[in-house]
């Protein structure tokens, strides 16, 4: 008799852990990227030349990581920034503020593909890593 | 002589009405549905999506960045990525095509409906859509605006059983761009 209430509320812990852990592996939080690993750490302008010398072997090197990029602010629109033109850097909500044109900075984001039609990179939930 | 010079200026002519001809947007945003009802919405946003217009003909075309395409749970972003659009080895969605009888002198700030046709390609395959959408102009501002749907199959995403009936069978897009004069 002791020996099945014992049994039971074993596999009644068991089971309570097996759903936490379901739940939590369902409900995992988003990457956040300025908390992660860099990949690489290099100015805008060589990201992008090392870009046009491989594209394929590039993406599969850099695609969706981590990357951490110095360049010039060439333009700034809503939530992005352009570094040297070749560059487009989305940053996370607020992030922005306090950046202005033509001044050096370095920023934090995952870098996400290139985009033909701009003529561009692509970063995106980015960070400025200067502050 | 005259008539050389008047050719010169034909061609000139041409060539300004040309380079005013353009229409740009970076932040375009598309948002695909594939919900089904009782389940958990399947439900994702890409606010950065570019768009170029050339306004002298209609033509059109527009990239979506796939890992842009945000979702509100990040196991299903994730498997979305890896299992179903392969975004390493596919990252863009492209779309290229024209939009039907598109006049900028005809457009107004009310909504005009027209048709656009073209091809969608993604996941490394093409298919030729063709849908309403609604354009408006305001200031210097092109609106356009315009939902379509399109099938996993369209595009050789193979749904695995055992998910098959918590995603939709038609996937929904709706598109909002605002297009600015360059």
Known sequence: MKNKKKLIIVLLVFLLALGATIFSYINKDHRNISDEKTDISTTSKEFFSSFTTNQQEFNSLYLDKAIVLKGIVTSIEDNSIVLDEKVIVTFKENAISGIKTNTEITVKGRYVGYDDLLEQLKIDQATNTNK | ?182
């Open chain 2, 1 to 182: 002589m005259k008539l050389k010079s008047f050719i010169l200026i034909c061609i000139f002519g041409i060539g300004i009405s040309f380079s005013q001809g353009k229409y740009i947007e970076k932040k375009g945003v598309l948002v695909f549905e594939a919900s089904e009802e009782a389940f958990e919405p399947i439900k994702a946003k890409n606010e950065s999506v570019t768009v170029i217009l050339n306004s002298s003909n209609g033509e059109i075309a527009s990239l979506a960045l796939v890992k842009e395409f945000r979702f509100k749970n990040a196991l299903m972003e994730e498997h979305f990525n890896e299992n179903y659009i392969e975004s390493d080895t596919h990252p863009k969605a492209i779309f290229k095509g024209k939009i039907i009888g598109f006049d900028l002198a005809q457009l107004s700030e009310k909504e005009k409906e027209f048709k656009i046709s073209g091809n969608l390609s993604l996941h490394g395959k093409e298919k030729s859509i063709e849908f309403p959408i609604l354009v408006k102009k305001v200031d210097n501002q092109l609106s356009i605006n315009g939902n379509f749907t399109v099938t996993p199959q369209d595009f050789d995403i193979s749904i695995p059983k055992i998910v098959r009936n918590k995603i939709a069978k038609q996937v929904n897009v709706s598109l909002k761009f605002n297009l600015k004069s360059k």
